[in-house]
Nanobody
């Protein structure tokens, strides 16, 4: 079992930055692929970024590539999402998720989820 808690969301102006954190508990965290997803009001949950358990590979949605950076600290059981050059369309609730094995862009592939943290970008 893996329990996940996100933090770091808030209100920021267009062009600003935020860093989200995802604190994990559970002895198998280091063997989980991790991902960030987001959900805007009235829209489906969408993939943002993913990272392998060893941090050797990362993958990003086209909409956030070159602006967002995913990373993880297995010793500290924490994953991060550094978000730069934020746009109004980045406004959403952001969720972290974990799954054993390889990462995936599909929300349905992740059995473990945090409660979400709100990110609001004002124009």
């Amino acid at each position: 079992q893996v329990q996940l808690v996100e933090s770091g969301g808030g209100l920021v102006q267009t062009g600003g930055s935020l860093r989200l954190s995802c604190a994990a508990s559970g002895r198998t965290f280091s063997r989980q692929a991790m991902g960030w997803f987001r959900q805007a009001p009235g829209k489906a949950r969408e993939f943002v970024a993913a990272i392998t358990w060893s941090s050797t590979s990362t993958y990003y949605a086209d909409s956030v590539k070159d602006r967002f950076t995913i990373s993880r600290d297995n010793a500290g059981n924490t994953m991060y999402l550094q978000m730069n050059s934020l746009k109004a369309e980045d406004t959403a609730v952001y969720y972290c998720a974990a799954r054993p094995g390889a990462w995936s862009t599909s929300p349905g592939a992740y059995p473990y989820w945090g409660q979400g943290t709100q990110v609001t970008v004002s124009s």
